[in-house]
């Protein structure tokens, strides 16, 4: 072994790189599950503050929540497909879920937060030209 090269350990390698992979994915889908969440609470929390008599901007404001909720569900769903593999490796089904719910996760919370940006993007347009200060 040269002064240069590192030993092999339990903690280095492919046993290594995939740990890192799993615990890497799981913080991602925590995070997914929190800003979901998070955006869900605030902006029911403040909802008089931008609310609108528009259709239009009501019915973005639901589909914006329904792509948050569902985020949500899909994180927890690969989430627990994760901890079946963890569990059962040889399930080979339980990676499939979990890239699946993952990868629904995430598209549905861009699209959630894209949504509920344009929404509160009009929803100042609409205040500010009724006449209405929006406030900070």
């Known amino acids: 072994m040269t002064e240069h090269s590192a030993p092999v350990t339990e903690n280095s390698g492919p046993n290594k790189r995939e740990t890192d992979a799993t615990e890497t994915t799981l913080e991602l889908l925590k995070?997914?599950?929190?800003?979901?969440?998070?955006?869900?609470a605030l902006s029911a929390t403040f909802l008089e503050k931008f609310w609108s008599d528009r259709i239009e901007l009501q019915a973005l404001l639901a589909l914006s929540w329904a792509l948050l909720?569902?985020?949500?569900?899909?994180?927890?769903?690969?989430i627990s497909s994760m901890v079946q593999?963890?569990?059962?490796?040889?399930?080979?089904?339980?990676a499939d879920a979990l890239r699946?719910?993952?990868?629904?996760?995430?598209?549905?919370?861009?699209?959630?937060?894209?949504?509920?940006?344009?929404f509160a993007f009009l929803a100042a347009l609409t205040s500010t030209s009724a006449g209405t200060k929006v406030s900070p």
């Open 31 to 40: 995070q997914l599950i929190a800003l979901s969440s998070g955006v869900l």
């Open 69 to 78: 909720m569902v985020s949500t569900i899909c994180g927890l769903q690969a």
């Open 85 to 94: 593999f963890l569990r059962h490796p040889d399930f080979a089904w339980s």
């Open 100 to 118: 699946k719910w993952a990868r629904a996760s995430k598209w549905c919370f861009v699209a959630g937060i894209a949504s509920f940006a344009i």
